[in-house]
């Protein structure tokens, strides 16, 4: 019944069709998240809804999730054969397991989970977690295989031994061509199996702007982690705050400028056309020898 239900609310997608760029975007609202216990097997419960779905790209990103992990619960040890995931946090701490190794790491913060290895989240805190999934297959289909295990008192490893990147802002660079934003690629196209080809972190100040351009063979995914602004997806401009999610399409120039009084920050998930594209664009993103 569990996997019927998380089943339902991925394939809860926005239609391909949508005409406006506004309709488009996966809003997050904390009073529409649905109750879930035991996911993946896991411990305790949690609040869930989809934000985009697999007809929000061409591109072989499945769906963005958002949700609150309630206190002493987890998401339980699974797999994933066919498709890769990174669990992000955007508050507080959770002790991220893969493959059967457990660290704490302080959010906000993104472990991301390669194709054929195993995976699962545990909030060992007194407060909820807030919570993102990202999952992007080698097709459209999610699969999945549980493990039964809840990491409840799992052993801790001082150093992670695995993947994992923070939010940090100190990380960041200034972004040549552009006004007053700040950027840095955290996870490059060597992580991941698929055609998911990068995680860029960005930041811009009151005031900042990031101007129009399309990155050859690539769709983008962008979570509004902090802020307000503006987007401008070929041509067509919508508003954007935090929670939520913004496709762009491959081909499809975009822009961002921030609104406001606080910083807008932002994810932004790369997903390639197919592998050859992806290994163009890495082999264009190397600094020459």
């Not at 994992?164 to 960041?172: T, V």
């Not at 700040?182 to 972190?201: K, M, P, Q």
């Not at 120039?253 to 790369?270: D, F, H, K, S, Y």
Request: with cysteine.
């Amino acid at each position: 019944m569990m996997r019927t239900a998380l089943a339902t609310v991925m394939m809860l997608t926005l239609p391909a069709s949508a005409q406006t760029l506004d309709a488009q975007i996966g809003r997050h609202d904390p009073g529409k998240l649905r109750d879930l216990s035991a996911v993946h097997g896991g411990a305790g419960t949690m609040r869930f809804a989809g934000l985009l779905g697999p007809d929000a790209l061409s591109t072989n990103l499945i769906f963005v999730h958002r949700g609150v992990i309630a206190p002493k619960s987890s998401i339980g040890q699974h797999f994933h054969n066919q498709c890769e995931e990174m669990f992000v946090i955007l508050d507080g701490e959770a002790q991220f397991t893969v493959d059967g190794r457990t660290s704490t790491i302080k959010g906000p913060a993104a472990v991301p989970d390669r194709m054929g290895h195993s995976h699962a989240i545990y909030n060992p805190t007194d407060k909820p977690l807030q919570w993102l999934n990202i999952n992007v297959g080698i097709t459209k289909a999610y699969d999945n295989f549980d493990l039964g295990d809840t990491r409840e008192g799992a052993a801790l490893d001082r150093v992670p031994q695995f993947i994992s990147m923070r939010f940090d802002r100190a990380l960041l660079k200034p972004l040549v061509g552009s006004t007053g934003a700040w950027w840095r690629r955290a996870l490059g196209s060597e992580i991941f199996a698929t055609t998911w080809s990068y995680v860029d972190h960005l930041l811009l100040a009151p005031g900042g702007r990031v101007p129009s351009a399309a990155k050859a063979g690539m769709s983008e995914m962008l979570y509004v982690i902090g802020g307000a602004g503006e987007v401008e997806v070929a041509g067509e401009r919508a508003a954007i705050r935090a929670g939520d999610a913004i496709p762009v399409e491959v081909g499809r120039a975009r822009a961002i400028r921030q609104t406001g009084a606080v910083p807008l920050e932002l994810m932004i998930v790369g997903v390639a056309r197919d592998q050859a594209a992806k290994a163009a664009f890495a082999a264009a993103a190397r600094p020459a020898r």
